[in-house]
């Protein structure tokens, strides 16, 4: 058994025809030059009338730029947006962005995957997420991905491709950053908002929030406070306990952040944020094997009393001071973050039979405790040329991270009808430290040949250096025992852009760049084919991509759209030992991605904004994988869909004085994906199918405050985002698929001064 998988976890459709209608208005609109644009404040948006779409300020490569200007295939959310339509998790918005999709098995556990890149499992991230600038969660776990709630956020970036070389490991697939609002040092400002919904089969959701901005020394000195509560509802009930809405959810949190303006150079910023969050239940129901006919109903589940829940604690610290010297910019990045989960599951399925194998007790169930913690320290110095328009420009810079992380699991006998504990001991225990440090030094130069035509050429030389511990015990494990491993590995990641501007406002590029993920170790056990290999390599993947941006008919007309091919080789497989069902993981194989995304923004009059984005992503393995992970080459990578199209409409308007009207609708289509690969061919790979959402929403607001009704999923659709075997090991029985929220009504309202 190893510490990081010890088992397995593995709507309505939207007709083809209504898809091709969807993509081809896409399409259409792309030939016209058009694609979505979202902008960025730090304050709700204002009423907008203007016939120009607002420019996008992005930090993708690290300096402040327009989005416009990124050879890069990317999206930008606005917070504001998510926050008046009730779209406060990751979940709620995720397929509003193009080629990025979600493996949320529940209990705090999210896996993200952009262009495909995942081979399921619980395997290192492939998508790395960026939190004020400052690297978050985990490099060797994928359960650090945190639900930050946008309140406090600014914008959302979301990056697609290997963003290796200025970002390093873990952002191979691509990487989210989270831009938060900083402190203003020239007026009192603040914000409250409040907000209730209503579930179809479920209860009642709420939330309240508030930000004040304080001057404490004007254009020198400043502080922001902010802080929530929300209370997710529930709607799966579990008729094993008696129970209805099991999983429903809290989450609080707050962030105090300053700015110091102590030259006109010199600035220091200073941050720090807590956010808590818990779910009594999973929102998984119970499904017969590869199928869709529930086992009770199709918003049931049954699990043993105490278990499916999740608890996650996040805390962030960030430092940033920045200065010019003249000939070059100055900043540095220091940060300090903490991941906590705990998050008991119901695994009767996979180990209770083995209960009376090992106590002669039958009918007993089994709880799997995970405890998982993780405290990580960052630390970035760059340096990089004016941004004045010279021929040469640069940026160069040193990176340093030390992680640790403490592991823990176990497996419990328990009462199945109460939950509690049998008395009989643990039946497996296993308690693993790790830590992972990275040094790393990168850089890159662009040199413009002419105006309109130039090259970026970047590099990144990173060494990474790991420690492993097990300390098992417990009847399954033949008793205590203990090992221990190391890994190390060097990696060079590198990326090449050659960009060419037709007009100042429409660019063309290509981008050949690569990136990497962490390797590991495994448990030292031995297994029918002999011991298991102590240590598992980075992969490595190179990306080709060719883009073309550009805003037209005098900024009312936006589009970004791109074609790309993806080259995976020793990928991270997990495999599961025949002999014993210990899990473990190897280098084997290899996968390609190729794919088109088409985004786009439309302002044909005053006020009133058409948007909408597709993407296609053929995700598959290009070799057989060995025994023990069952994939042949042509098989789809998990949990991305083929198709994925997002179309939307929004129009503002004005209505007496300095009130105005807001009115908008959108259709989300998420295609169908394949869940984990199995252990064998005779334990078939779960299809979860498409599905297709729609949101309304309609308000009113003037200058100082806001109120807006809202409809998630306004045709009640049962989507899934997530399939898994209720017996891991074989793969062979009823699966737990994680159900999208069913259709909410709610209404948010937001003063601002």
Same mark, same amino acid.
């Given at each position: 058994?190893?510490?990081?998988?010890?088992?397995?976890?593995?709507?309505?459709?939207?007709?083809?025809?209504?898809?091709?209608?969807?993509?081809?208005?896409?399409?259409?609109?792309?030939?016209?030059?058009?694609?979505?644009?979202?902008?960025?404040?730090?304050?709700?948006?204002?009423?907008?009338?203007?016939?120009?779409?607002?420019?996008?300020?992005?930090?993708?490569?690290?300096?402040?730029?327009?989005?416009?200007?990124?050879?890069?295939?990317?999206?930008?959310?606005?917070?504001?947006?998510?926050?008046?339509?009730?779209?406060?998790?990751?979940?709620?918005?995720?397929?509003?962005?193009?080629?990025?999709?979600?493996?949320?098995?529940?209990?705090?556990?999210?896996?993200?995957?952009?262009?495909?890149?995942?081979?399921?499992?619980?395997?290192?991230?492939?998508?790395?997420?960026?939190?004020?600038?400052?690297?978050?969660?985990?490099?060797?776990?994928?359960?650090?991905?945190?639900?930050?709630?946008?309140?406090?956020?600014?914008?959302?970036?979301?990056?697609?491709?290997?963003?290796?070389?200025?970002?390093?490991?873990?952002?191979?697939?691509?990487?989210?950053?989270?831009?938060?609002?900083?402190?203003?040092?020239?007026?009192?400002?603040?914000?409250?908002?409040?907000?209730?919904?209503?579930?179809?089969?479920?209860?009642?959701?709420?939330?309240?929030?508030?930000?004040?901005?304080?001057?404490?020394?004007?254009?020198?000195?400043?502080?922001?406070?902010?802080?929530?509560?929300?209370?997710?509802?529930?709607?799966?009930?579990?008729?094993?306990?008696?129970?209805?809405?099991?999983?429903?959810?809290?989450?609080?949190?707050?962030?105090?952040?300053?700015?110091?303006?102590?030259?006109?150079?010199?600035?220091?910023?200073?941050?720090?944020?807590?956010?808590?969050?818990?779910?009594?239940?999973?929102?998984?129901?119970?499904?017969?094997?590869?199928?869709?006919?529930?086992?009770?109903?199709?918003?049931?589940?049954?699990?043993?009393?105490?278990?499916?829940?999740?608890?996650?604690?996040?805390?962030?610290?960030?430092?940033?001071?920045?200065?010019?010297?003249?000939?070059?910019?100055?900043?540095?990045?220091?940060?300090?973050?903490?991941?906590?989960?705990?998050?008991?599951?119901?695994?009767?399925?996979?180990?209770?039979?083995?209960?009376?194998?090992?106590?002669?007790?039958?009918?007993?169930?089994?709880?799997?405790?995970?405890?998982?913690?993780?405290?990580?320290?960052?630390?970035?110095?760059?340096?990089?040329?004016?941004?004045?328009?010279?021929?040469?420009?640069?940026?160069?810079?040193?990176?340093?991270? /030390?992680?640790?992380?403490?592991? %823990?699991?176990?497996?419990?006998?328990?009462? #199945? @009808?109460? &939950? =509690?504990? +049998?008395? *009989?001991?643990?039946?497996?225990?296993?308690?693993?430290?790790?830590?992972?440090?990275?040094?790393?030094?990168?850089?890159?130069?662009?040199?413009?040949?002419?105006?309109?035509?130039?090259?970026?050429?970047?590099?990144?030389?990173?060494?990474?250096?790991?420690?492993?511990?097990?300390?098992?015990?417990?009847?399954?494990?033949?008793?205590?025992?203990?090992?221990?491993?190391?890994?190390?590995?060097?990696?060079?990641?590198?990326?090449?852009?050659?960009?060419?501007?037709? /007009?100042?406002?429409?660019?063309? %590029?290509?981008?050949?760049?690569?990136?990497? #993920? @962490?390797? &590991? =170790?495994? +448990?030292? *056990?031995?297994?029918?084919?002999?011991?298991?290999?102590?240590?598992?390599?980075?992969?490595?993947?190179?990306?080709?991509?060719?883009?073309?941006?550009?805003?037209?008919?005098?900024?009312?007309?936006?589009?970004?759209?791109?074609?790309?091919?993806?080259?995976?080789?020793?990928?991270?497989?997990?495999?599961?030992?025949?002999?014993?069902?210990?899990?473990?993981?190897?280098?084997?194989?290899?996968?390609?991605?190729?794919?088109?995304?088409?985004?786009?923004?439309?302002?044909?009059?005053?006020?009133?904004?058409?948007?909408?984005?597709?993407?296609?992503? #053929? @995700?598959?393995?290009?070799?057989?994988?060995?025994?023990?992970?069952?994939?042949?080459?042509?098989?789809?990578?998990?949990?991305?869909?083929?198709?994925?199209?997002?179309?939307?409409?929004?129009?503002?308007?004005?209505?007496?004085?300095?009130?105005?009207?807001?009115?908008?609708?959108?259709?989300?289509?998420?295609?169908?994906?394949?869940?984990?690969?199995?252990?064998?061919?005779?334990?078939?790979?779960?299809?979860?199918?498409?599905?297709?959402?729609?949101?309304?929403?309609?308000?009113?607001?003037?200058?100082?405050?806001?109120?807006?009704?809202?409809?998630?999923?306004?045709?009640?659709?049962?989507?899934?985002?997530?399939?898994?075997?209720?017996?891991?090991?074989?793969?062979?029985?009823?699966?737990?698929?994680?159900?999208?929220?069913?259709?909410?009504?709610?209404?948010?309202?937001?003063?601002?001064?």
């Amino acid at each position: 058994m190893n510490k990081q998988n010890p088992y397995q976890m593995k709507s309505r459709a939207l007709s083809k025809a209504t898809f091709v209608a969807l993509f081809g208005a896409t399409v259409v609109s792309s030939l016209a030059f058009v694609q979505p644009a979202f902008a960025q404040t730090s304050e709700p948006a204002k009423p907008d009338h203007a016939k120009n779409l607002q420019q996008v300020m992005v930090t993708a490569q690290k300096k402040s730029e327009s989005e416009q200007e990124v050879p890069i295939s990317m999206t930008v959310v606005e917070a504001a947006d998510l926050l008046n339509t009730g779209a406060s998790k990751l979940d709620d918005y995720y397929a509003q962005i193009p080629g990025l999709s979600v493996n949320d098995r529940g209990s705090g556990r999210t896996t993200l995957v952009i262009r495909g890149v995942s081979a399921g499992q619980q395997l290192n991230p492939t998508v790395g997420v960026m939190i004020d600038d400052a690297p978050f969660g985990s490099s060797t776990t994928d359960y650090s991905i945190s639900d930050i709630d946008p309140f406090d956020i600014d914008h959302i970036e979301v990056l697609r491709g290997p963003q290796g070389t200025l970002y390093g490991s873990s952002s191979m697939g691509g990487l989210i950053k989270f831009a938060m609002i900083d402190p203003n040092s020239d007026a009192l400002s603040g914000r409250v908002q409040s907000d209730v919904s209503s579930t179809e089969h479920g209860t009642m959701g709420y939330a309240a929030r508030a930000a004040i901005n304080l001057p404490l020394i004007k254009d020198k000195l400043a502080l922001r406070i902010s802080a929530f509560h929300r209370h997710d509802p529930g709607y799966v009930d579990d008729p094993g306990q008696g129970k209805h809405n099991v999983n429903d959810g809290d989450a609080d949190g707050g962030r105090v952040s300053a700015l110091w303006n102590v030259t006109g150079s010199l600035k220091v910023r200073a941050s720090a944020m807590a956010q808590n969050s818990s779910v009594n239940g999973g929102a998984r129901v119970d499904m017969l094997r590869n199928s869709y006919t529930p086992v009770d109903g199709p918003y049931d589940h049954r699990r043993l009393p105490g278990t499916d829940s999740g608890n996650v604690k996040t805390r962030i610290y960030t430092l940033q001071v920045e200065d010019s010297f003249g000939w070059a910019d100055f900043h540095s990045v220091s940060s300090y973050n903490q991941y906590k989960l705990v998050g008991p599951q119901d695994v009767t399925g996979t180990f209770g039979g083995l209960v009376n194998l090992i106590y002669g007790v039958p009918g007993l169930g089994v709880r799997i405790d995970n405890n998982n913690r993780t405290g990580k320290f960052t630390q970035e110095f760059r340096l990089s040329s004016p941004d004045d328009g010279r021929q040469l420009s640069w940026l160069g810079g040193v990176f340093f991270t /030390n992680e640790h992380t403490a592991g %823990y699991q176990a497996l419990v006998a328990v009462d #199945r @009808a109460t &939950g =509690a504990d +049998a008395g *009989l001991g643990l039946m497996y225990e296993d308690i693993y430290p790790s830590t992972y440090k990275e040094k790393a030094a990168f850089g890159n130069v662009t040199y413009k040949f002419t105006d309109a035509f130039d090259v970026q050429l970047g590099g990144r030389f990173s060494s990474t250096r790991q420690s492993f511990a097990n300390n098992y015990d417990g009847p399954l494990n033949g008793g205590p025992s203990s090992d221990s491993e190391g890994a190390s590995n060097n990696v060079w990641t590198y990326s090449f852009s050659p960009r060419y501007r037709f /007009n100042p406002n429409v660019m063309m %590029y290509g981008r050949v760049s690569t990136g990497y #993920r @962490a390797g &590991g =170790a495994n +448990a030292l *056990l031995m297994d029918d084919r002999g011991i298991f290999p102590g240590q598992y390599k980075s992969d490595s993947l190179t990306s080709y991509e060719w883009g073309l941006k550009g805003d037209f008919a005098d900024h009312a007309l936006t589009l970004d759209t791109s074609l790309f091919y993806i080259d995976w080789t020793n990928i991270q497989l997990s495999e599961v030992s025949q002999a014993t069902g210990n899990s473990y993981y190897v280098n084997a194989g290899s996968a390609k991605s190729e794919g088109a995304e088409a985004s786009l923004s439309w302002r044909p009059l005053r006020g009133l904004t058409i948007a909408g984005n597709a993407a296609y992503t #053929r @995700a598959v393995l290009t070799e057989d994988t060995p025994d023990g992970t069952y994939g042949r080459s042509g098989d789809r990578l998990p949990f991305s869909p083929l198709w994925s199209g997002n179309l939307s409409a929004d129009y503002t308007f004005p209505l007496h004085g300095s009130l105005d009207g807001n009115v908008g609708a959108g259709i989300t289509y998420v295609g169908d994906r394949e869940s984990d690969f199995t252990a064998s061919a005779q334990a078939q790979r779960f299809m979860l199918r498409s599905y297709t959402t729609a949101q309304l929403h309609a308000g009113v607001q003037s200058m100082d405050w806001s109120v807006s009704l809202y409809v998630k999923n306004l045709t009640d659709a049962r989507g899934y985002l997530s399939a898994t075997a209720q017996n891991a090991t074989t793969g062979v029985s009823s699966y737990g698929l994680l159900l999208i929220q069913p259709r909410t009504v709610g209404v948010s309202a937001t003063y601002s001064f």
